[in-house]
């Protein structure tokens, strides 16, 4: 059965949703952004996330960051919608642009949480007024993140628009995966895909070109990654595997849904982070996945994890 630990976690509470028999279970900060802080299997971690308070409030490398209204960069942190322009702040100081959206800084409330024999899930709402002027448009995001027995993992994410027009968003989010010791020492598996050219500030430029590393489970060694692809599929889901010390871990994602994904390998080398995205870097200006949304209608999303061991 799993259970419910509530602890302080700096000016914040975190939650703590565990089955003590099988070690399986996760932590969030919901106040913090609904930032994902562990996620463990049979005892075992797989997510490199914040370990203090103090990291927790500095985000460095936006470990587990819900991206929204839009993931990755916005150039120059300026778009147009229905005839106006806007301009977020510049938060990517080596870039010059905007980038991950404003959600991560928001408190989120909890809604409701789940405990069963099996399975357990906590869900999280935040709703915007529409009080920054660089993003006017009020919505409801809620998000559920779930664990089961089997060894899955899932986020659910629902996008309500409270706006009396149509509002422009992307989401993902920003998980760092580590199996085993370094980036290095993990075997990373892309499936069928593009990737997306960009330009020095890491905005598209409108090309996509072959990609054919990491088709098959590859070891990363030294390769350097913080790129962007889309995938070849028309439909069904994608999935991106990771290995470790003989554990596996695959994350899926509807194509439908998140028909892009970026892959990190940060400076650090400690972990690797696998992001499926809604859209395309800069889709506030190239449109490319961009979701705009209707007044009064829903968005609806869901991306998992399945762990293994070999």
């Known amino acids: ?3 419910l630990t509530k602890t302080p976690f700096g000016k914040h509470t975190r ?5 003590p028999l ?14 994902v802080l562990d996620i463990q299997f049979e005892n075992q971690s797989i997510l490199d996330g914040h370990t203090t ?19 990755n960069r916005l150039d120059e942190g300026k778009y147009t919608w229905l005839g106006k322009q806007y301009q977020f702040p510049i938060n990517n100081a080596a870039t010059g642009n905007a980038i991950h959206g404003f959600v991560r800084e928001e408190a989120f409330e909890v809604e409701y949480v789940f405990l069963a024999k099996n399975f357990a899930s906590i869900r999280c709402y935040f709703d915007y007024l529409g009080d920054r002027a660089y993003y006017p448009f009020p919505f409801s995001l809620e998000i559920e993140f779930s664990i089961h027995d089997t060894g ?17 968003f992307g989401f993902g989010w920003h998980p760092y995966f580590r199996l085993t010791e370094g980036a ?20 598209p430029t409108g090309g996509r070109s072959k990609f054919d590393q990491f088709q098959a489970l590859t070891f990363v060694e030294d390769t350097i990654l913080d790129n962007c692809f889309q995938s070849s599929k028309a439909s069904g889901s994608y999935q991106l595997m990771l290995e470790g010390s003989r554990r596996y871990l695959n994350m899926k994602a509807p194509v439908a849904q998140f028909p892009f994904f970026q892959v990190f390998t940060p400076p650090h080398r400690e972990s690797i982070a696998l992001e499926p ?5 800069d889709a506030f200006n190239n ?18 994890l399945e762990y293994r061991k070999g």
């Open 184 to 203: 290095n020492h993990h075997g990373l598996q892309i499936p069928p895909c593009k990737k997306v050219s960009i330009n020095k500030r890491m905005i």
């Open 22 to 35: 099988t070690g399986h279970g996760f932590s969030i900060v919901p106040a913090a952004g609904a930032n």
């Open 1 to 3: 059965m799993y259970e």
């Open 277 to 281: 995205m809604t859209c395309n870097v």
């Open 152 to 168: 899955k993992f899932e986020v659910q994410v629902e996008v309500n628009n409270l706006h009396h027009a149509p509002i422009p």
């Open 15 to 19: 939650f703590e949703l565990r089955n």
């Open 287 to 304: 449109k490319q996945g961009l979701v705009e949304l209707a007044p009064d209608k829903k968005w609806k999303g869901k991306m998992s």
């Open 53 to 71: 308070p103090e990291a927790l409030e500095a985000g460095k490398w936006g470990k587990s960051t819900v991206l929204f209204p839009f993931p």
